[in-house]
């Protein structure tokens, strides 16, 4: 009897990750109904057999941690979410900034909120970014040059990496795949991820810019640890266990406020200290 409610304890624990790819140890618990000490037992007899893949506070799928979604499917995913968080990230662009706004929905969604800004510069590998600012007065944008990935909005290859080695940034705002405190941030293309890893090298602020739905994946490409002093702005939704393991290693994490439109849900619960944060 006992093997049997393991057995499905283990469809249900692959179904769940199947759906949303990074599940929590407490939303195990109260899917499953079962102790902490059941759920982690469970997820490490899953790591050993090869269909999950443990992080810190939870677990992620691997059976797609290869594969990249489609630039419009991506578009879709948490569009509130992305909305604020683009929102929160513009409030720490100053008029007379150069700063590195990367590529991905989340980045064009913080491009928006720039048109106002003043003597900014903008250099960008992305040519959805451009468009949300070819008629912003106020800022230039200077776009890397590079090879235009197929069905991506984003510029990669040599003449992209060899612009960005000779640039510096007031700040950089990254997007990535997967946020994870053991293995850090990750990609799913290996070109993008290297033009990844020389901005950061140049920007005296890096911020990490990523809707809740990216922490604990863990992506194709390793770009590199957390490190302490960087700032994550995320939304509401963020892992209460995943957000203390980014603090221990001195990772700010700042929440954005979101405003849910859709009325078959509701805005999940926030600390209110966390989610005006200011720095």
């Not at 510069?121 to 949300?132: C, R």
């Not at 980014?246 to 994490?253: A, D, F, P, T």
Request: net charge neutral.
């Amino acid at each position: 009897m006992r093997a049997m409610l393991q057995a499905k304890r283990h469809m249900m624990i692959l179904e769940l990750l199947r759906q949303a790819h990074a599940v929590s140890i407490e939303e195990f618990k109260s899917r499953l109904n079962v102790s902490e000490m059941t759920v982690r037992r469970d997820l490490l007899e899953l790591e050993k057999q090869g269909l999950l893949k443990r992080t810190f506070g939870g677990a992620i799928s691997t059976s797609n941690a290869v594969i990249e979604p489609p630039y419009r499917t991506r578009g879709e995913e948490n569009k509130e979410e992305k909305v604020a968080v683009g929102m929160r990230a513009a409030e720490f662009v100053e008029d007379g900034d150069c700063i590195y706004l990367d590529y991905g929905t989340t980045a064009e969604r913080m491009a928006t909120f720039l048109r106002s800004k003043r003597k900014l510069t903008v250099v960008t590998a992305s040519t959805g970014v451009a468009a949300e600012l070819f008629a912003a007065e106020g800022v230039t944008v200077v776009i890397t040059g590079g090879v235009l990935r197929h069905g991506e909005p984003s510029l990669v290859g040599p003449l992209t990496e060899r612009t960005l080695r000779d640039m510096y940034f007031h700040k950089a705002f990254i997007g990535v795949a997967g946020i994870e405190p053991a293995s850090g941030i990750t990609e799913y293309n290996l070109q993008e991820a290297e033009a990844k890893r020389i901005v950061i090298e140049r920007a005296k602020q890096v911020f990490l810019i990523a809707d809740h739905a990216k922490f604990g994946r863990v992506a194709f490409v390793r770009i590199g640890s957390l490190r302490s002093g960087w700032r994550v702005i995320t939304d509401s939704g963020l892992d209460g266990s995943i957000e203390a393991g980014c603090q221990q290693l001195g990772v700010e994490i700042i929440r954005a406020q979101v405003s849910y439109r859709r009325t078959n849900e509701t805005c999940p619960a926030a600390d209110p200290k966390e989610s005006g944060s200011e720095v």
